[in-house]
């Protein structure tokens, strides 16, 4: 399995000072086996010939246990699965995460979950997270099985993310269901208000050329995207409000968008 190097990073600049944790440990890159369509990660690097499915590389657990002593302080937190899933398959053999995590409670040091995996919910795993470092976010872009099939073909299905979700949320841990990318036509807000969850976490969709053809293949309306920033199209705050509104539930979850957060 070939070495994965660049696994620890700070976000400068615009995008670093928009981000709340803008530091990520990704302890395996240049490629996923959830082998997303939208991903913007994959959108970065398959032209460059850097993204490979099939064979992940892999960070080296030992320069992950020194960059946490050396590069990262009690109080700090950390976003695991920035540029690939931390839970994606792979991680069942190598157990990269599993080993970061240790080192991540030994060092006091939070860590933001960010998986479309199931597994971060097995007891191997529960037994290990700290709930006083722990923030986890279980992404669900479609509720559909078979749209689910066609544009995450390595991931777990939907309802074993949301099933992950809650039995998370009752053990008593900090989880959110994570729309990302929120795609209208593939979400069923029925089915996304009676997950047994307090809080949504709602990244809006940005659309690049790649995405953007790739979308309008899938049936996507794309015209509502009338924003353009940073080459992305996006849609304008009136309207992700709108469907903000639609996702909210009485009395339930805490509604958080990207970039700004709203108790709906």
């Known amino acids: 399995m070939t070495e994965f190097k660049s696994f620890f990073k700070t976000v400068q600049s615009g995008e670093g000072d928009r981000c709340k944790y803008p530091t990520r440990l990704d302890t395996y890159g240049c490629g996923c086996s959830h082998n997303c369509a ?17 064979e992940p590389k892999e960070a080296n657990i030992e320069k992950i246990r020194k960059t946490i002593a050396g590069k990262c302080k ?31 409670n030994h060092a006091g040091v939070g860590y933001l979950i960010v998986t479309k995996s199931d597994l971060v919910a097995e007891q191997e795993y529960v037994e290990i997270l700290d709930k006083r470092l722990a923030h986890i976010q279980i ?17 777990p299905l939907p309802e074993r993310r949301i099933r992950a979700v809650e039995k998370l949320a009752a053990l008593g841990y900090d989880v ?34 790649w995405i953007g053809r790739w979308l309008q293949g899938c049936g996507v309306n794309l015209s509502e ?10 849609l304008t705050l009136a309207r992700k409000i709108q469907y903000l509104q639609e996702i909210r539930r009485g009395g339930g979850a805490t509604i958080y968008m990207r970039r700004c957060y709203a108790a709906l």
């Open 176 to 209: 959110a269901v994570r729309l990302s990318p929120f795609i209208k036509e593939f979400i069923d807000t029925a089915r996304i208000k009676a997950i047994e969850c307090g809080k949504i976490q709602v990244e809006f969709l940005r659309a690049n050329g």
């Open 225 to 234: 995207y009338t924003l353009s920033e940073g080459g992305y199209k996006h």
């Open 74 to 104: 009690t109080g700090d937190v950390v976003r695991l699965g920035g540029m690939t899933d931390c839970f994606q398959p792979r991680e069942k053999d190598a157990r990269i995460t599993y080993e970061t995590i240790k080192a991540l």
């Open 139 to 155: 992404s669900v872009t479609s509720t559909d099985t078979e749209i689910s099939k066609r544009i995450e073909p390595g991931a």
């Open 38 to 54: 939208y991903c913007y990660a994959r959108s970065l690097l398959a032209f460059r010939g850097l993204w490979n499915p099939v």
